[in-house]
């Protein structure tokens, strides 16, 4: 490889910025564009068997698999290349074996680079790193129930390493849609329902990939989880405040406080247009802006979307076109629509401007990520030797973040098991599959349903023997009852009488992860309503007029209404998909082992249907409104709730002001004690009101929240630093705005038990503010010093 004599863009004495320009100024028109594009050599999905009927047309989804298949990965990358796409991720594969393969196709790439620029390796994250035998952490939705994060970023920065020493540079997480609709089977991959708690976990997640020097990207940019009915890839009705005021800021937060270094545009179109075609979203917002400097990638076949789906361009290449010109940089898993570039500029339909805008873009990135130093080789850039994927501290890591996020809804007569139980039957569908612990971007249910003969790669515990280890002694009766899916009903009979033969029974039920409809919860598996998937409502239903006490685990990626069946169990428990060491997590929180501490990062309904209903919501769709409708809008358990075996008390407000300039602060501090008889975990949640706005707003938002950890007896003070910038929202006129008024200030352990309340105005004309603002609620915690 030549040196940066001959090869100045090598050196590393210079600025990454005049690399980028000198090797640019090198290249040829075909060579820039080649940079645009990527290639998915391992893909197999254009075999995998899509769920069909008379009234789905899957046929542009295959014509798209089929497009991008068509070229070798030499010959995608003749001129060079500027993503491998899915190396590790695409089919089982050891650590030595994919090693080989990640050499051999960045050979492949350098083989004829003219320039001997290698490509860029990207992989998905989202639970962990999606490649074979590698650790499998809570899905996104568990994360938010721990609302930890510092947690979050510890097991980013896991993640990030095993990437990194095996020569991966970008990471395609976190996911900071926020959950409009709990339909969506995506939920799972959302950390939640508001846009503070999702930027503050997903800016901790960013901060941890990237500390390990992969870079971080977000998704889906934008409006992508509000699809109407739930359902995915569907239009969005939404809109701009909206957009503005609930959807962008979690995005905007992640690189203003984390430096995200990528963006993936969203498949959806929002008010009929499509992220990526809509400059306003990418050039006005995301640059001009938010003065976003890294790379928009485009979600995995969004660019010929633009053409097959929305038809908003007439083929492919027009479709690189209007996604270039919009702002996406590089076309992800393969070069379809970009393809076309090269004869779209000599036409003259494209200027080369853009070509060589979103081409310095992707070199600056492979600049600072080493790939033009002089001593870079596809050897040297992995870790050759004692690679473990699945070591004892990612699952330490995976182990805490499960048990932190088991929410405890009711303990009822049951919770903690009682020692003296001699016989517990085990039930439901989840009790005995590994995969119901897992999400559907983890590997094993994202490509091993693929290869059915392959083992799961990672050693996982079932929730019934994570719950015969921990009730040593007890004799467990274990029958399945139905399946997750399906109508099968024929095994109600033995449930009902093991649960007859018991002193009480447990039931595990809820989803199992998958893609594209082979699963009940993940990609393009979205719900009709939220009534258990399958029979296992009816089962439940069957068990709780057996006689025996029935103690219910629900194992999911979206909150189920649970209205029908609250008052009849004897203990009732939220897992959102634990991960592999998830099992263990919740046996510790039914045996008292450990005090549940997880908070629900959305609402869990009380009716099946009345959709959506999110606890973002002004007058007219909250509580207040009870009688102007039939439709009930109190949730079964709201937003941030979550109960615990000891028990805390919040009280003590004090306000260092009430009455604060609008470019001020003020600070509101709470006493937090533990007044049960076990050291647990407690979620202080401070909330704020706009009692008079220009617009309708939601009757409360989530503004700050601190986890606090306390012994029996003890006590802390817990201070919330607020800035008036806080309170801003997006004005009848479209701009962002910070107005006088007040502004009611709510603490507590949930967003419906806030027992600390007190009043600030804030004084002065109305300020426009915009990127510069106050994001973040900073938080300290104090010994109260003899309290």
């Not at 960045?106 to 999606?130: I, K, M, N, Q, Y």
């Not at 500390?211 to 569907?234: E, P």
């Not at 270039?324 to 003259?348: C, H, N, Q, R, Y």
């Not at 207040?624 to 003590?652: M, Q």
Request: glycine residues 12%.
């Amino acid at each position: 490889m030549s040196t940066s004599s001959d090869r100045p863009w090598r050196d590393p004495a210079l600025s990454a910025a005049k690399r980028a320009d000198l090797l640019l100024q090198a290249m040829t028109l075909e060579e820039k564009i080649a940079q645009l594009g990527s290639r998915w050599a391992g893909n197999d999905m254009a075999d995998t068997e899509l769920p069909a009927d008379e009234t789905i047309n899957v046929a542009p989804m295959e014509d798209v698999f089929a497009t991008g298949a068509s070229l070798s990965l030499a010959e995608a990358s003749r001129d060079g290349l500027g993503h491998l796409t899915r190396v590790w991720g695409s089919v089982p594969l050891s650590v030595e074996e994919g090693l080989a393969e990640l050499i051999r196709q960045h050979e492949v790439v350098l083989t004829d680079s003219r320039l001997g620029v290698p490509a860029l390796v990207h992989e998905e994250c989202l639970t962990g790193f999606t490649t074979y035998g590698a650790t499998v952490y809570p899905a996104s939705i568990a994360w938010g129930a721990t609302f930890d994060p510092g947690l979050v970023e510890r097991m980013a920065a896991a993640i990030g390493r095993d990437m990194a020493a095996v020569g991966v540079h970008q990471g395609l997480s976190p996911v900071l849609d926020v959950v409009r609709d709990y339909r969506w089977g995506r939920v799972e991959e959302t950390i939640g329902e508001d846009p503070y708690l999702v930027a503050l976990l997903g800016s901790a997640y960013v901060r941890g990939l990237q500390s390990a020097g992969v870079l971080a990207t977000l998704k889906h940019f934008a409006g992508y989880s509000a699809s109407r009915a739930g359902r995915n890839h569907g239009p969005v009705s939404m809109g701009r405040r909206e957009l503005l005021d609930i959807i962008l800021p979690t995005f905007e937060t992640a690189i203003a406080t984390a430096g995200a270094a990528s963006v993936m545009s969203s498949y959806a179109d929002v008010d009929g247009l499509p992220a990526s075609a809509d400059p306003w979203l990418f050039s006005d917002v995301l640059r001009d802006e938010w003065g976003f400097g890294g790379t928009v990638v485009s979600d995995y076949w969004a660019v010929p979307f633009l053409a097959s789906m929305h038809r908003v361009a007439a083929d492919n290449a027009d479709a690189g076109v209007v996604a270039l010109t919009t702002g996406t940089d590089v076309e992800l898993p393969d070069t379809i629509g970009f393809a076309g570039l090269l004869d779209k500029v000599k036409s003259g339909d494209v200027s080369e401007d853009l070509i060589d805008r979103a081409a310095r873009r992707l070199l600056l990135q492979k600049i600072e990520l080493g790939l033009l130093d002089p001593g870079w080789t596809p050897e040297g850039s992995v870790r050759t030797g004692g690679v473990d994927l699945d070591s004892a501290e990612n699952r330490a890591i995976a182990q805490e973040l499960a048990e932190k996020s088991v929410v405890l809804l009711d303990a009822g007569s049951a919770l903690p098991l009682s020692r003296e139980l001699t016989k517990v039957a085990v039930v439901g569908p989840c009790a005995g599959d590994a995969r119901t612990l897992m999400g559907c971007y983890a590997f094993p249910n994202h490509v091993l349903p693929r290869y059915p003969d392959r083992d799961l790669g990672i050693q996982v515990t079932t929730p019934i023997d994570a719950l015969r280890n921990e009730l040593s002694g007890v004799d467990l009766l274990h029958v399945k009852g139905c399946e997750v899916m399906g109508e099968d009903r024929s095994g109600f009979t033995a449930a009902v009488e093991a649960a007859r033969a018991a002193d009480l029974c447990v039931a595990y039920v809820g989803d199992l992860s998958g893609l594209f409809g082979h699963g009940t919860s993940g990609e393009g598996c979205d719900a009709e309503d939220l009534r258990l998937p399958g029979v296992q409502a009816d089962l439940l239903d069957a068990l709780l007029d057996s006689g025996t006490p029935v103690v219910v685990v629900v194992v999911s990626g979206r909150p189920y209404a649970l209205g029908g069946i609250a008052d009849r169990v004897a203990g009732l428990v939220q897992a959102f998909i634990p991960g592999q060491e998830g099992a263990g997590a919740m046996a510790g929180v039914l045996s008292g082992r450990i005090v549940p501490s997880g908070k629900l990062p959305v609402q869990i309904p009380r009716h099946v249907g009345g959709q959506p209903g999110t606890y973002l919501q002004p007058a007219l769709g909250s509580v207040e409104s009870a009688g102007i409708s039939g439709l009930e809008a109190r949730p079964l358990f709201p937003f941030g709730y979550g109960a615990s075996y000891t028990s805390f008390a919040v009280d003590d407000l004090r306000l260092s002001a009430t009455e604060i300039g609008n470019d001020g602060e003020f600070t509101a501090t709470v006493r937090v004690r533990n007044t049960g008889e076990r050291a647990g975990d407690e979620v202080v949640q401070l909330y704020l009101r706009d009692v008079v706005a220009r617009v309708a707003r939601p009757l409360k938002l989530l503004t700050g929240f601190s986890r606090v950890s306390l012994e029996p007896g003890a006590a802390v003070d817990v201070t919330f630093r607020v800035h008036a910038d806080r309170t801003a929202y997006t004005g009848p006129d479209l701009r962002r705005i910070v107005e006088p008024g007040d502004f009611e200030v709510m603490l507590g352990t949930s967003s419906m038990d806030l027992p600390c309340r007190a009043m600030v105005r804030i004084t002065g004309d109305v300020r426009v503010v915009g990127h510069q603002r106050v994001l973040t609620t900073p938080v300290t915690v104090q010994d109260p010093g003899g309290g």
